[in-house]
C-alpha cells in the first residue's frame, strides 16, 4: 500500500523520522521535525489520507550542503519513501536555526 507523510507520521505518532522522495538523489533526505498543529504522540485532525493538507516542516540534507529548514512540497502525495535516518549529530542550519529549534515552528497558514 501506498503511503504519505500523514501515514508515516501515525505510525510513529512522533517526529524525527527521515523521508526520500523519489525524485531527490539518493545522498538527498529529510527529516521530519513538525506537522502543523500536531503535538508529539497526537494523531492529525482530520480524515485520512489528507488530514485537511496540513503544512510538514524538515530539515533537508544534500551531499557537500549545509542542511536546511524546509516546508516539504506535496505531503499528502505518494512520492515519498520512510527511510532509516542516518546517524548524525543535529547541526547549525542554513538559516541560522538549529534543529532543536525548528522542531516546533509556530505556523499559521496563510
Same mark, same amino acid.
Given at each position: 500500500m501506498?503511503?504519505?507523510?500523514y501515514?508515516?507520521y501515525?505510525?510513529?505518532l512522533?517526529?524525527?523520522?527521515? +523521508?526520500?522522495?523519489?525524485?531527490w ?6 527529516r521530519?521535525?513538525y ?5 508529539p504522540?497526537? &494523531?492529525?485532525?482530520g480524515?485520512p489520507?489528507?488530514?485537511y493538507? &496540513?503544512?510538514?516542516y524538515? +530539515? ?6 549545509k542542511?536546511?529548514?524546509i ?6 502525495g505518494?512520492?515519498?519513501?520512510l527511510?532509516?535516518?542516518? &546517524?548524525f549529530e543535529p #547541526?547549525?542550519? #542554513?538559516n541560522g536555526?538549529?534543529?532543536?529549534e525548528v #522542531?516546533?515552528? &509556530?505556523t499559521e497558514? #496563510?
Amino acid at each position: 500500500m501506498n503511503e504519505n507523510i500523514y501515514h508515516f507520521y501515525h505510525k510513529i505518532l512522533d517526529f524525527g523520522f527521515c +523521508v526520500r522522495r523519489s525524485s531527490w538523489a539518493l545522498t538527498t533526505f529529510a527529516r521530519v521535525v513538525y506537522v502543523e498543529g500536531v503535538k508529539p504522540g497526537k &494523531p492529525i485532525p482530520g480524515k485520512p489520507p489528507y488530514y485537511y493538507n &496540513p503544512h510538514v516542516y524538515a +530539515v533537508l540534507y544534500m551531499a557537500k550542503r549545509k542542511p536546511e529548514a524546509i516546508n516539504l512540497s506535496v505531503p499528502g502525495g505518494y512520492s515519498y519513501e520512510l527511510i532509516e535516518c542516518p &546517524p548524525f549529530e543535529p #547541526k547549525e542550519l #542554513k538559516n541560522g536555526f538549529t534543529y532543536t529549534e525548528v #522542531k516546533y515552528i &509556530p505556523t499559521e497558514r #496563510k
